[in-house]
């Protein structure tokens, strides 16, 4: 099963609710992959893997809206090949988003668990009779499997998401790269970290790049493609596993969640609390972003660029 989870390494997708995944790739050609390699199986046996590997047969469902983007397939590989190519060099590769909102309070949260007795929740989920909304907001590090969550209290602005990238660099990511100053980010293509917001751009310049130093190469999946950000079914999946059928009390209990999730691959998560209050609305001049020490690649510039330190005095 190691080898065909190394050829659908970059060919997973998987909801981050349920936890099911699934892969692009038929069953004979991994059979055939596997038999370049010198494994020799059929595709018979393939499928029993899968299903071993909780990969799950999808039907076609009529749900996607007109306007497919052409470019699709191509930005999926040419992510492939910077993964491939970062992780070759031991340049840190994150997986960022943001998890789906939650009420704070005593609401029904999906999904059962082993006890006594059931927790007895509010009969309506209604907004007013909330704490408050829980924000979480994650990075996940690809090769060293390992997850850092930001439970905010406030909006999930582009401001936000930065500053929980450079809460991840400052503790962690510095320490476990030490050797580079170089950063690849696979983010969705829209929400607070979208490809053509110029607050996460600039931010990214201003927080991480030019405070720490830092090379950021951002590359984006396009739209409605957000199953296939590595986050959503390697962090996300399992953190609503762990707190599947308990109420989110307060966002404490959010955050001992999020911290307390852990996998017998290994996943290790580390939690915190951002009180910070973030404003929405803040606006981008022209002149800002031709400030941006920003280039787009030659390949699909408008979901792929890096963005370099500004030496001072230059």
């Known amino acids: 099963m190691d080898a065909i989870r190394k050829l659908l390494e970059h060919e997973t997708a998987g909801d981050p609710v349920s936890g099911l995944k699934w892969t692009r790739k038929t069953t004979q050609k991994v059979a055939d992959e596997l038999k370049s390699l010198g494994i020799r199986v059929g595709r018979t046996t393939v499928g029993r893997l899968l299903k071993k590997m909780k990969y799950s047969l999808k039907v076609n469902q009529k749900k996607i809206g007109a306007g497919k983007d052409p470019d699709r397939n191509e930005q999926f590989e040419y992510i492939s090949r910077q993964r491939k190519l970062a992780a070759a060099k031991g340049i840190a590769v994150i ?120 090379s950021v190469t951002v590359a984006h999946y396009p739209p409605g493609a957000s199953k296939w950000n590595p986050i959503e079914h390697r962090l996300f999946s399992e953190i609503g596993k762990n707190w599947a059928g308990e109420p989110l009390l307060s966002y404490e209990t959010i955050v001992k969640f999020a911290r307390t999730t852990k996998t017998t691959t290994g996943l290790k998560v580390r939690s915190r609390l951002v009180a910070k209050q973030y404003k929405k609305g803040i606006r981008i001049s022209d002149e800002r972003m031709k400030q941006l020490n920003m280039t787009t690649h030659d390949r699909l510039p408008k979901w792929n660029y890096t963005l370099r330190p500004i030496l001072e005095g230059s």
């Open 95 to 214: 997986s960022v988003d943001t998890k789906k909102k939650e009420m704070v309070g005593r609401f029904k949260n999906p999904g059962a668990a082993w006890r006594q007795q059931a927790h007895w929740v509010n009969d309506h989920d209604f907004r007013s009779a909330a704490k408050g909304m829980a924000v979480p907001y994650g990075i996940y590090d690809i090769e060293a499997n390992r997850g850092f969550v930001c439970v905010g209290t406030s909006y999930d602005t582009p401001e936000f998401a930065v500053e929980c990238i450079v809460k991840w660099w400052r503790d962690e990511g510095r320490r476990r790269y030490p050797d580079t100053a170089d950063v690849l980010i696979l983010a969705d293509g829209g929400g607070s970290n979208g490809s053509r917001c110029r607050l996460w751009k600039s931010a990214l310049q201003q927080k991480l790049c030019d405070r720490f130093g830092v």
